[in-house]
């Protein structure tokens, strides 16, 4: 299974972007699809996932600005970030499980630079 990340960059304060991660490898759905981020020098959190039924759950420090959401059909997961901020800096990574609501397959990344 890969689990390709996409659509990280450089964004200012207050901007916007998309991630997506097209999952391949297999042609089952994924019970669990989600992203997870590291920041320089700091441990991997989860930003939010999102199930086979669309119930979602976010990071405290996302809610209100970070929408997670799926194409079952695609194996493909999204994430629209509003209203970045410079703390949100880190690598974006997709994750998934095929039975579990823990991660088995992780993908390698994309970066986020929110700065001016």
């Known amino acids: 299974v890969q689990l390709p990340a996409s659509g990280g960059g450089l964004v200012q304060p207050g901007g916007s972007l998309r991630l997506s991660c097209a999952a391949s490898g297999t042609r089952l759905s994924f019970k669990l699809m989600a992203w997870y981020r590291q920041a320089p020098g700091k441990q991997r959190e989860l930003v939010a996932n999102i199930i086979t039924s669309g119930s979602t759950n976010y990071a405290d420090s996302v809610k209100g600005r970070f929408t997670i959401s799926r194409d079952n059909p695609k194996n493909t997961v999204y994430l629209q970030m509003n209203n970045l901020k410079p703390e949100d800096t880190a690598v974006y990574h997709c994750?998934?499980?095929?039975?579990?609501?823990?991660?088995?397959?992780w993908g390698q990344g994309t970066l986020v630079t929110v700065s001016s």
């Open positions: 994750a998934a499980a095929l039975r579990s609501l823990d991660p088995v397959y």
